[in-house]
């Protein structure tokens, strides 16, 4: 289970709305690919029995998700004509109350509490037809209404784009405190930040492992640079290397949740070189040479066959690939920059995010795993690290756009648009790593 599921002990009971697969598939107000926004409405729900603030939570969580999507425009509760809380099932439903204000999607439910637990109905309905089109049932406890708005949230998202989305999903970060910098996790909207390490030092170059419950980053807790492995869950630490040499960008492979091996570079000296590490810390494999070169950054792509990765045997830095035994070295940053850096796979493996130097300063770039179409995203500030979510749909950055200096983080969708800030800290963050969906 994901970290922001550690009291999460009921699950979904039920795909409840008996609607035959063909209402589904019949519809006509996808929207993939569309650059019109959906005006979609979320009324407080129905409360049959008891009482709980889900009622209004829920419609607000799943308004924020779908706002944050960028495929949506979630028309205001001050416009509503109906009543807030109105119960009912289908029949009840005036559509003339939302085609008046331009509603052409609706999510309507009822919640039943009872004692600590909660069953939440939720449906889309189709405005325009005049139809309800997706159903679900959930059962919980009030813990888990974050969890139920999340997951219809997704669903909606799939209806309309054929794809699931991300929500429900965790950012880790490095924030600075004090002097100091320290690991971060969120939800991806920004909310309930929770700091991670303690360590005062350097806490940097989180990244999780495909069980969404380990993080591996590099730490100065002890004054010089080691590698460190996290349980998100317990918050236990274990230390992975001891020694002179600075390790960073430790990688797990992709998919693989049982995997021992650690995607990494070391530098000793004036060499960089990408290397293979098991949980004890030692090199059980060296991809790149030691030939002087600084090769930084590595990536797996998502069937573990290739690896991106920033060299500057060229000269200045630029990103490569290259198989993962090291052969078959392809650049494929080739835009107007003599320094790019910070390659990211995108999880559907056709797309490479990366930042270059450009417009005064630095700039996010997106462009095929061959490096062809390369596309630049952002144009001022300084934007730096993305990261691609689960869905590969998105990328989160580290950006000053806007801002004095000081970096926060933000979301955009993978062709630049759609931006939205999520963090508001002065200190400055940086170093966005997305976590996988909940196993």
Not at 28 to 54: H, V
Not at 56 to 79: C, T
Not at 275 to 301: C, F, H, K, Y
Not at 384 to 409: C, H, I, K, M, N
Request: aromatic share 10%.
């Amino acid at each position: 289970m994901r970290p922001n599921s550690i009291r999460f002990t009921l699950v979904i009971l039920a795909f409840i709305v008996s609607i035959p697969f063909e209402a589904f598939a019949q519809t006509d107000i996808y929207i993939r690919g569309s650059g019109k926004l959906f005006p979609i409405a979320l009324p407080q729900l129905c409360l049959q029995q008891g009482e709980s603030q889900a009622v209004k939570e829920i419609p607000q969580i799943i308004a924020r998700d779908l706002d944050l999507s960028g495929y949506f425009e979630v028309v205001s509760p001050d416009a509503y004509i109906e009543t807030p809380g109105k119960c009912g099932g289908p029949e009840s439903v005036v559509y003339t109350d939302w085609t008046v204000i331009g509603v052409e999607g609706l999510v309507r439910g009822t919640v039943i509490a009872n004692g600590g637990n909660l069953t939440v109905q939720l449906y889309l309905y189709d405005v325009q037809k005049r139809s309800m089109v997706l159903g679900k049932e959930y059962s919980g406890d009030a813990s888990q209404i974050k969890k139920i708005s999340h997951r219809f949230a997704n669903e909606i998202l799939k209806f309309f784009t054929g794809e699931y989305g991300p929500f429900g999903t965790q950012i880790s970060f490095s924030s600075r405190v004090g002097r100091f910098k320290e690991l971060f996790v969120m939800d991806i909207d920004g909310s309930e930040i929770r700091q991670l390490t303690n360590d005062r030092g350097l806490a940097i170059s989180s990244s999780w492992a495909p069980d969404g419950i380990h993080l591996v980053y590099t730490s100065y807790r002890n004054r010089v640079p080691d590698l460190f492995r996290m349980n998100i869950n317990s918050r236990s630490v274990t230390q992975l290397t001891r020694g002179e040499p600075l390790e960073l960008g430790a990688k797990y492979k992709r998919s693989e949740p049982a995997s021992e091996l650690l995607l990494a570079s070391i530098t000793t000296g004036r060499d960089s070189d990408i290397v293979l590490l098991n949980m004890s810390g030692a090199v059980v494999q060296r991809i790149t040479p030691s030939n002087g070169a600084i090769d930084v950054s590595p990536e797996w792509s998502p069937d573990n066959s290739r690896i991106a990765f920033c060299s500057n045997r060229g000269g200045g830095p630029q990103i490569y690939t290259m198989a993962a035994d090291g052969s078959n070295v392809k650049r494929i940053s080739f835009v107007t920059s003599n320094y790019c850096t910070s390659p990211s796979w995108s999880p559907k493996g056709d797309k490479i995010a990366f930042v270059c130097r450009a417009d005064a300063g630095f700039q996010i770039f997106v462009a095929n795993a061959d490096g062809s179409n390369a596309l630049q995203l952002t144009s001022s500030g300084s934007n730096e690290d993305p990261d691609w979510s689960p869905d590969g749909r998105y990328l989160v950055f580290a950006t000053t756009q806007g801002r004095a200096g000081s970096f926060v983080l933000a979301m955009m969708r993978s062709d630049g648009t759609s931006m939205k800030q999520l963090t508001s800290s002065r200190g400055g963050d940086s170093e966005p790593s997305w976590g996988p969906w909940e196993q």
